[in-house]
């Protein structure tokens, strides 16, 4: 079962073509999507730098995290709008791409790893709470973050690149991985 | 010689042909000048914030800056060593881009102000509260203008 009817049907919108095909808005919101990764893996990152017991040593990691996370989420939430509206401007083609697949299931990957650190590892915070370098499970949670977010802007920035597209030859692997329909490559 | 020539004498540099004849070089590149954009926003946005008595109002602004400053020239400098070579690679093209252009003197004046106004007067201890909320103001105009006119490079 693939989810490929949707893509087709947001495909059919005419806001998606008018949003495609816009002079400024589409610059905008991609624009707006590369600006709030700063707000959102930047600010991200100090923590996990934090966690890491590279920088602010001194402060307590939930001063850190109370204080800095809520950008993050902000950052998070820009992210998710602006990157739902360049989904729903180019649907099909991003469905097919390689690199959305991938980045799709590392920010999967990250949400777990998110969730892994919220509700157990952190459960024993007061522990290591003022500890200059947290234990090895706490650094080891924050370089899986920084590593699976770099993963995910290097493959979100090669969505834009067509080498894998399912318009030009490609060999099988390319073919299953991105789902191409048969039919559809035969007839280009 | 003339601007152009130069930028032109640029581009005809080895590393400028070796990327544009390349197939990943170009985008590669491009995703680490992202990776480092993240960094760079990080370092800059948690300290601005801070002087805007956003975040971190417990910790003393010049202790919220110097940690954060390792890693702000750490971005600095990956932003530095990766932008390079991807402008080498289409100077002329860039010559008559009006987003680069506003990017790279933008760029100019936000390392001076960071370095010899903002990081300079916070780590004086002396500077007041509106001081300091109008220098985490105006850095976060000016490195947001950086990377917005950097963005639209692609686009105009």
Known sequence: MSLRWFADWLDTHAW?????????MYPFIETTHVLALTLFVGTLAIVDLRMLGYAYRTTPISTISQSVLPWTV??????????????????????????????????????????????????????????????????????????????????????????????????????????????????? | ???????????????????????????????IHLVGLALLGGTVIV???RLLGLTLRSRPVAQVLLNARPYFILALLTMFSTGIPLALSEMIKLYYNFSWWVKISTLGVAI?????????????????????????????????TVAGAGRWIGFS
């Open chain 2, 112 to 144: 001076l102000f960071t370095f010899l106004v903002r990081d300079r007067i916070v780590t004086r201890h002396d500077a007041s509260r509106v001081t300091l909320g109008a220098l985490g103001l105006v850095s976060l105009v000016l490195w947001f």
């Open chain 1, 16 to 24: 998606s073509t008018a949003l495609h095909e816009s002079f400024y």
């Open chain 1, 74 to 188: 902000v950052g998070f939430v820009i992210m998710i709008v602006t990157g739902v509206l360049l989904f729903y401007a180019i649907p099909v083609r991003t469905y097919h791409s390689v690199w959305f697949r991938i980045k799709v299931i590392m920010i999967v990957l990250a949400a777990i790893n998110a969730v892994h650190y919220h509700y157990r590892i952190s459960k024993n915070r007061v522990l290591w709470d003022h500890a200059p370098k947290p234990p090895r499970s706490v650094r080891l949670t924050a370089a899986a973050s920084i590593f699976l977010w770099v993963v995910v802007i290097f493959t979100g920035r090669m969505i834009a690149y067509n080498w894998f597209d399912c318009d030009r030859p490609q060999p099988d692997w390319v073919i299953t991985v991105a789902g191409c329909v048969i039919d559809e490559v035969a007839t280009l």
């Open chain 2, 1 to 31: 010689m003339t601007l152009l020539d130069i930028f032109e004498r640029l581009e005809e540099m080895w590393i400028g042909e070796a990327i544009r004849t390349s197939y990943w070089l170009f985008p590669f590149i491009e995703a």
């Open chain 2, 47 to 49: 300290v601005d914030l």
